[in-house]
């Protein structure tokens, strides 16, 4: 059965290969034996994320186990909390093996997901505070993940591909989304600094949402808030710099980030932007409880 399983993703596999192997020659990152082998027992893992109703913070936890998963979350819910819980292929860690769920992915996702999580296994020394690193190191995966794939999927499929159309959607969407994010989280953010009584404020909070097409749950919006905040930022970087001094870049962030707290991380990145830096400087640091 999982014989023949490997051999109907046999373009996923070598994809993956190649996308591990680039990620150490070409990004320069570590030789570790993340995506290395196909683990049958690992379907995904599993994130449990919670978040105050009326306040823009959120905390995550997560496991291998799927039922632990969904108990921690009915429980977060009974607490009182927006919750979001949903599955990932892969995380930051130096032995993840290629799960069953990486496998179903369509190819630019993979194409996305490999650098994306090297780049963490990388990180990892750089970023020593979590909750004042986590943010912008999401914000450098995706930079670094969505625009490696595209270079990934030209290499391997050509310019013209279906597959360099799907990588170059990604991309855009990835940018549309950060505009976006920043903007629900300001009017969320404005709308929660309020003196409104909490009836009126769950009005708002659903026409808010309504608005930009997310579920009225914080943990969901902060979810991709995380990830998508500052990739306007990494991405211009990313984009205006060599992949090499790029992530000096953001390593150095990541370690201003961890000695000196989110703000002067975000400040380290801005010094390597020309546009309107305002509107990072007001993103909160929503991991910060
Ligand atoms: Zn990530």
């Not at 799927?66 to 921690?72: F, L, N, T, V, W």
Request: with cysteine.
């Amino acid at each position: 059965m999982d014989g023949k399983f490997i051999k109907s993703y046999k373009t996923e596999l070598e994809l993956i290969d190649f996308a591990r192997k680039y990620s150490i020659n070409r990004l320069g990152f570590d030789k570790d034996h993340a995506f290395e082998k196909y683990d049958k027992s690992i379907y995904a893992y599993y994130f449990v994320q919670w978040s105050p109703r009326f306040r823009l913070k959120i905390r995550w936890e997560s496991f291998e186990n799927r039922r632990e998963a969904k108990i921690s979350a009915s429980k977060k819910k009974t607490e009182g909390y927006d919750v979001y819980y949903r599955d990932v292929e892969a995380v930051g860690n130096k032995n993840l093996p290629i799960t069953k769920s990486l496998l179903k992915c369509d190819l630019a996702e993979i194409a996305f997901t490999v650098p994306h999580e090297k780049w963490h296994n990388y990180a990892k020394p750089y970023s020593l505070v979590f909750r004042d690193c986590e943010i912008i190191e999401e914000a450098c995966a995706n930079a670094i993940g969505f625009n490696e794939a595209s270079n990934i999927v030209k290499e391997l499929y050509g310019n013209k591909s279906d597959e360099m159309k799907d990588v170059l959607l990604q991309l855009d969407s990835g940018r549309e989304a950060s505009q976006e994010a920043r903007n629900i989280g300001e009017e969320l953010n404005h709308l929660y600094k309020s003196k409104l009584d909490e009836k009126e404020m769950m009005k708002l909070k659903k026409i808010i949402c309504k608005k930009y097409d997310f579920e009225p749950n914080n943990a969901s919006i902060l979810e991709t808030y995380v990830y998508d905040a500052l990739f306007d930022l990494t991405d211009y970087i990313y984009t205006e710099n060599s992949r090499k001094e790029s992530i000096r870049i953001f390593t150095t962030a990541l370690r201003t980030a961890s000695n000196k707290g989110f703000r002067k991380g975000v400040e380290s990145l801005l010094k390597h932007y020309d546009g309107d830096k305002e509107q990072f400087r007001r993103v909160p640091n929503v991991l910060h409880w």
